[in-house]
């Protein structure tokens, strides 16, 4: 391996580079995923369950029902109101996310700072910690490139550690077969589990007519997300010119002086968007 070209392209944006996917572990921490979390459990129900007992937090006081704890009567409602109350407390439950990273040929693109395939990763692994630092379990499934990988969700820094270095080698690996979101929902659904969350990472060019309907049942069991990542060329093209660009095989031409080529340019990231 030539370590001197390895480090030239994770200093470029163009590879990517662990040393920094762990950095962000300080990021994450600055983010309370556990806010996140409640506040999506006041929407859903999916994150929080009532129970009668001991919890993490108190949530409220409701009418006494047959069966209830004596032991967690709320006795100053009770005097208050004339009436019994017990307290009701909300338990924590550990929850999976599994992230689907989209590495097909058009991720490995980008005019400034970093390939899209670079800032996926980066976003996935800022999850990732993210998930780690609330007492989640994490895990990954890559798609595209001819990477046909997961790794199962797994709890604490062991599990966000093989997110992690997945990521890497993936990134390192992928080459120019593609393959369609539909596909990779197929696989992603034998690792969902009751209470997993599902967020796809991806530039969107992969999705088709087959996605659509898995994604609506995943949405009716699991809580969804996408990241959707683009670059400015993408959004609209340059002034007209040419512009020397640099891939992973060497350097090539682009030509935007063509008008029909320029207003053809965004059609397709304008049917990513919408």
């Not at 992230?99 to 800022?126: E, W």
């Not at 966000?160 to 696989?187: K, T, Y």
Request: proline residues 4%.
């Amino acid at each position: 391996m030539n370590t001197t070209r390895s480090k030239t392209d994770t200093e470029s944006g163009i590879s990517v580079s662990l040393t920094e996917l762990l950095a962000l572990s300080a990021l994450a921490r600055g983010n309370n995923l556990a806010e996140v979390r409640r506040s999506a459990a006041a929407r859903t129900g999916q994150h929080a369950s009532r129970w009668r007992g001991r919890g993490v937090d108190f949530r409220e006081s409701r009418i006494y029902q047959a069966g209830d704890d004596i032991r967690h009567m709320d006795w100053r409602v009770t005097a208050r109101s004339g009436r019994p109350h017990t307290k009701l407390f909300e338990e924590e439950r550990e929850h999976g996310l599994l992230i689907m990273m989209d590495f097909n040929p058009g991720m490995r693109f980008g005019t400034r700072a970093r390939f899209k395939s670079v800032q996926a990763a980066r976003a996935a692994s800022l999850l990732a910690w993210m998930a780690t630092h609330a007492g989640d379990r994490v895990g990954v499934l890559g798609f595209g490139g001819g990477i046909n990988e997961e790794v199962k969700p797994a709890g604490g820094r062991r599990g966000v550690l093989q997110v992690l270095r997945a990521l890497r080698d993936w990134d390192r690996d992928a080459g120019n077969l593609r393959e369609s979101l539909g596909e990779a929902l197929q696989r992603a659904r034998r690792l969902l589990r009751p209470g997993t969350r599902l967020i796809v990472i991806s530039d969107g060019y992969s999705a088709d007519a087959d996605a659509w309907p898995i994604l609506a049942r995943c949405a009716g069991r699991h809580e969804l997300g996408c990241v959707l990542v683009s670059d400015p060329l993408e959004q609209g093209p340059p002034p007209a010119g040419r512009y020397a660009v640099s891939t992973r095989d060497g350097r090539r031409m682009l030509d935007f002086g063509n008008r029909q080529q320029r207003e053809d340019w965004t059609k397709p990231f304008a049917a990513v968007r919408d």
